[in-house]
Every structure is written in structure tokens, then in C-alpha cells.
């Protein structure tokens, strides 16, 4: 199992950027996927995740209305836009697959993940 992430970058904020999750190894129509992101010498924690049909989505409140998650089954790949970037959103993002076909915020619900793209937000 592979999950590549990218996309990263540093911008200012109010910037966007879209981060790609590519994976191969399992079958990817299968599963919920979820990003995850972790600043420095902070915890991981939840971004934002998407059923197996992309259904149902979940966000944290940190993110609603800025980022949007979505995927695309054909070319097992999920995707973050993210809008409105602020300076707390600097952090290592991951993307990470689900147990299930259902989307779930906590990571230990994930069983494979990705090895990360940096994200830093600022002037």
C-alpha cells in the first residue's frame, strides 16, 4: 500500500492551495479516506475525510467553509482545496485511509497513511 501526498507549499495567507493524495496497493473505492495534519510540536489531528462514493464528508470546525475534500475513484485520488489559508494551518499534512467505507475523525480508525507534504502559511 502507497499513499503519496503533495501539493504543498508555502503561501500568504488568504492564499489557496490543493493538495493530492494519490494510492495504489488496495482497492481504493473500498475505503473512506481522511486528511490529517500536524503542526510542529502539536498532535495530529483531524482536517477532514470522505466516504468511499464521496456521500458524506466530515470537517473540523477549524477548516468548515475554507477547505473542501473530494475524490476520485477512477484515478484513486483524493483531494484537499484549501481556501483562505491562515498561519495556523502551517503543518505537515497527511492523508491516511479509513477502515471502513465510512468516514471517521480519529486516526487510530486509519490504517495506512502517507508520508506527508508541508504546508507553511505566512507573510
Known amino acids: 500500500v502507497q499513499l503519496q501526498a503533495s501539493g504543498g507549499g508555502l503561501v500568504q495567507p488568504g492564499a489557496s492551495l490543493r493538495l493530492s493524495c494519490v494510492a495504489s496497493?488496495?482497492?481504493?473505492?473500498?475505503?473512506?479516506i481522511g486528511w490529517f495534519r500536524q503542526a510542529p510540536g502539536e498532535a495530529r489531528e483531524f482536517v477532514a475525510s470522505?466516504?468511499?462514493?464521496?456521500?458524506?464528508?466530515h470537517y473540523a470546525d477549524s477548516v468548515k467553509g475554507r477547505f473542501t475534500i473530494s475524490r476520485d475513484n477512477a484515478k484513486n485520488t483524493v483531494f484537499l482545496q484549501m481556501n483562505s489559508l491562515k498561519p495556523e494551518d502551517t503543518a505537515v499534512f497527511y492523508c491516511?485511509?479509513?477502515?471502513?467505507?465510512?468516514?471517521?475523525?480519529?486516526?487510530?480508525?486509519?490504517?495506512?497513511w502517507g508520508q506527508g507534504t508541508l504546508v507553511t502559511v505566512s507573510s
Open positions: 491516511a485511509v479509513g477502515l471502513s467505507a465510512v468516514p471517521t475523525t480519529t486516526p487510530g480508525r486509519h490504517r495506512y
Open positions: 496497493g488496495f482497492n481504493f473505492h473500498d475505503y473512506a
Open positions: 470522505i466516504s468511499w462514493r464521496a456521500s458524506s464528508t
